[in-house]
């Protein structure tokens, strides 16, 4: 596995107060080999060699960068915590044979072997990004494909495994923390508007959903180019990002959300037991303190890192539990270190 080294959430990001992070995804299928579903395991195979060989090929500039993990290897608590990250999806830990993540050591930078298609580059930047994630995984699909084939048809652009995903294979999202909206009940509004322009905005299902954390992210790849996706993205998100600094700005003339920010940083600080769903919720409530001027730290990127750590196999991994100890104590005690100067 990994040394330690500073995750790409770590660092500050534009429009942090709302956009949580950038998620580019480009899948592609290499030619001459069946779909993931019709394949067999000499072609799973056949797919990560492929792949390992290019990446490790020193005349590509890619030597070194990667790390290989295959999952075939791991216990179940090291693939959850992949799941737990936001590297791969729950789905893909379900059968673990023939598949694998080649990851950069700040883990900003992914590539997911034979999961919906063979392969899928993954770049996450803090903040919004789209320009910068985007252009890093367009560059490294670019250096692949000097020694891979991929699957391209003239009308119907890279060929996916799921229809929908046509044409760029890509899918461009952002990870917006709505607090207020969500409090004053306009985020299904907000949605239902954003369904009619091809924007989809739900709950995120990774555990940052559980801290008002939504995925704003493009639904339409075929017909359309990779750059006007982003465009179309970005403004849609500027748009909820207005709606969601006014919605503050009507909690920070009201005592009751200073009160209720002050009372989440002081149960972080001091709790003995944190369930999981619990903590989440302290979280969004000090990131909403921060974003409101109620205390200057501590800042967005150390809450992105406490809300990774904090998650259930991610802190099993980590934090020890002496004999008899839960994780729900342990999660407290995690918080009442990294809180206790703060």
Known sequence: MMSEAKKWYEYPGEEQDVVVSTHIYLSRNIEGIPFVRRMRSAEQKQVIEAVLSTVEDGHLSLGGLFSFCSFKEIDKAQA????????????????????GVLLTQDESLSIVLNGEDHLQIHTSRPGLDLEG????????????????SFSFHDT???????????GTGMHASLLLHLPALAGNGAVP?????????????????????????????????????????????????????????????TLSRQIEAEDKAFRSKGILASARLLPQNECMELLSDLRLGVSQGFYSSPGY??????????????????AEPKEGETLDQCRAAYMRSHLENV
Request: proline share 3%; no cysteine.
């Open 301 to 318: 990127e150390e809450i992105a890192t406490w809300i990774t750590e904090v998650q259930p196999a991610t802190l099993s991994l980590t």
């Open 133 to 148: 994630a985007y252009s890093s995984a367009d560059k490294l699909e670019r250096i692949l494909s000097k020694e891979l």
């Open 189 to 249: 509004r907000v949605a239902s508007g954003l369904s009619r322009l091809g924007i989809d905005l739900r709950e995120s299902m990774e555990p940052e959903g559980k801290a008002f954390v939504y995925r704003l992210t493009n639904r339409v790849s075929l017909g359309i180019s990779e750059q006007e996706a982003l465009f179309n993205l970005r403004s849609m998100a500027l748009q909820v990002i207005t709606q969601e600094r006014a919605a503050r700005k």
């Open 80 to 99: 959850i915590s992949f799941v737990e990250k936001g590297l791969v999806t729950p789905e893909y830990i379900v059968r673990r044979d023939g598949k």
């Open 156 to 166: 119907f652009g890279y060929l996916t495994q799921n229809p929908a995903d046509l």
